[in-house]
């Protein structure tokens, strides 16, 4: 288990040039925007406009701030996704244009390498003490508004608004966890 305090995440430009995100965490370590295994950060989105086209990867993005926005995917009917919506899952490689329904809004990204490798992303509201199922070995439990406390066999950590912790262990299959605060956490898993 490793904790990624939010003031070392890296900014970076999008591989578009319309904006900036934040890369949360990325494998390979150091792993470059066209050639990663999978990777997760946020953005903030200010204007409408096309999404960076990625081949070969799978995206689930949510909402953390802001009014919403809608998404035209591939010539699909438009979906509009807010802070309450359910993360949506899509395919990163086929034309995705985003309208801001009012104003900006800060995203959370999660990308895949198809070939390899699924994920998931849902939405955990932490009121009091929990037991957190871990669903796969590479899993990544993002604090962002509150703060909570975790522990595992001994180990202990503090999480603020920001803050993530990374856990690459087969053997970890639950996390107990206390605090009061809106996370996120994504399971990574080869197929």
């Known amino acids: 288990m490793r904790i990624l305090r939010a003031g070392d995440h890296k900014r970076m430009p999008w591989k578009n040039g319309k904006g900036e995100t934040v890369e949360i965490a990325v494998s390979p370590p150091g792993a470059p925007i066209d050639d990663f295994d999978w990777r997760i950060s946020m953005a903030a989105v200010a204007e409408d406009g096309p999404f960076s086209i990625f081949p070969g ?29 359910t993360p949506l899952a899509f ?26 490798l699924t994920h998931s992303l849902a939405r955990i509201d932490i009121d009091g003490a929990t037991r957190l199922p871990l669903p796969s070995p590479t899993c990544l439990f993002l604090c962002h508004r509150g703060m909570v406390s975790f522990r595992r066999s001994g180990e202990t950590g503090t999480l603020a608004a920001g803050d993530a912790l990374l856990i690459e262990d087969m053997t970890i299959a639950a996390l107990d966890i206390d605090g009061q605060a809106r996370c996120y956490l994504i399971s990574i898993a080869t197929h």
């Open 57 to 85: 990867i799978d995206r689930t993005l949510a909402v953390l701030d802001g009014n919403g926005m809608v998404l035209e995917i591939d010539g699909s009917a438009a979906v509009l996704l807010t802070t309450q919506t």
């Open 91 to 116: 395919p990163a490689d086929v034309p995705v244009t985003a309208r801001l329904e009012d104003g900006a809004i800060t995203d959370l990204n999660v990308m895949t390498r198809r070939a390899g």
